[in-house]
Nanobody, 121 residues
Framework: QVQLVESGGGLVQAGGSLRLSCAASGRTFSRYAMGWFRQAPGKEREFVASITRNGDSTYYADSVKGRFTISRDNAKNTVYLQMNSLKPEDTAVYYC??????????????WGQGTQVTVSS
């Protein structure tokens, strides 16, 4: 069992930056690939980025490629999402997920409670 807690969300102006963190419980964090998803009001949850267990490979949605960076620190049981050049369309609840690497939410085993990111124009 893995428990995930996101933090770092907030309100930012367009063009600004935020860094999300996801802290995982337990000693098995390094066994799991990790991902970030987001869900805007009235829309389906969508893939943002994922990272392999040792961090050697990362994957991004086309909409965030070049602006967002996913990383992890296995010693701290934490995965990060650095978000730069934010746009109003990035506004959503951002979720951390463990156990998958694909773009499909159903492939992930564990989920955090989400953190709100709001980008004003």
């Amino acid at each position: 069992q893995v428990q995930l807690v996101e933090s770092g969300g907030g309100l930012v102006q367009a063009g600004g930056s935020l860094r999300l963190s996801c802290a995982a419980s337990g000693r098995t964090f390094s066994r799991y690939a990790m991902g970030w998803f987001r869900q805007a009001p009235g829309k389906e949850r969508e893939f943002v980025a994922s990272i392999t267990r040792n961090g050697d490979s990362t994957y991004y949605a086309d909409s965030v490629k070049g602006r967002f960076t996913i990383s992890r620190d296995n010693a701290k049981n934490t995965v990060y999402l650095q978000m730069n050049s934010l746009k109003p369309e990035d506004t959503a609840v951002y979720y951390c997920a463990a156990g998958g690497i694909t773009k499909k939410a159903n492939d992930y085993l564990y989920w955090g409670q989400g953190t709100q990111v709001t980008v004003s124009s």
